[in-house]
């Protein structure tokens, strides 16, 4: 575990947390590249990437206890030596991470938070997008994934028209204009609908049972790649 929360079950970062190389260096014991992975679930897909890419460091950012412990207990039988997790919130994380720190960041298959009432709780937000972008180095990469259609527009309206990150992604997606809650999802179908860019399946990502689950259920996977510019 990464030392930067407050500590006594609070998810906030510890005070005075300067997140940057030199505490990279630190805790990891070298400067390679860092990924950060926000909202790593059961840790299937970092610890996958941490044990195929060893020339990467990587952080596991989640909030969850369950997920944290079995995040460690994979990492442990693999033996890792360059992931690092933090139970903290991450956008708090962020606010206090040095400009150009991250070589890339991972949200994978977010909470979608289906409730209309609830869709200003989802992670990806124009001040995440910010912090990400302000910690991301120069070209770097904001790699998300989502299984549920009305959270794939949610990222296009968040990310798409900023002009600090360009939507590097080639295949055209046919998408509802509108956004439905949980409950309304079948009127989608019904409603207007425009193209958009969206990548392909990052080929980095292991096929973890949750995304299993959501293809077995017809579910299609979008795929976004966001570069800084």
Not at 111 to 133: C, E, Y
Not at 156 to 183: C, Q, W, Y
Request: hydrophobic share 40%; glycine share 10%.
């Amino acid at each position: 575990m990464l030392p930067v929360g407050a500590g006594r079950g609070s998810l906030n970062v510890r005070p005075g947390l300067r997140f940057d190389r030199s505490f990279v260096r630190m805790a990891w014991g070298d400067d390679r590249p860092l990924i950060v992975e926000v909202g790593t679930g059961q840790g299937e897909n970092v610890v996958a990437a941490a044990a195929d890419h060893p020339e990467f460091n990587f952080l596991a950012v989640e909030v969850y206890d369950p997920g944290i412990a079995h995040t460690l207990l994979l990492a442990g039988k693999k033996g890792l030596t360059n992931l690092r997790i933090a139970q903290v919130n991450a956008p708090e994380l962020f606010d206090v991470t040095a400009d150009s720190t991250i070589h890339e960041v991972w949200t994978f298959f977010p909470d979608p938070w289906p409730k209309m009432r609830h869709h200003k709780r989802r992670i990806v937000q124009p001040a995440l997008a910010d912090g990400v972008h302000r910690t991301l180095i120069d070209g770097g990469l904001w790699r998300i994934a989502t299984d549920i259609e009305d959270y794939a527009l949610h990222v296009h309206e968040v990310m798409d028209g900023r002009a600090d990150f360009r939507n590097i992604g080639d295949l055209t997606v046919s998408l509802p204009t509108e956004h439905v809650g949980k409950g309304t999802a079948d009127q989608a179908r019904e409603m207007p609908h425009a193209d958009f860019l969206e990548s392909e399946r990052f080929a980095g990502r292991i096929l973890t049972n949750f995304e299993r689950k959501g293809l077995d259920a017809g579910r299609r996977i979008h795929d976004f790649g966001y570069q800084t510019c």
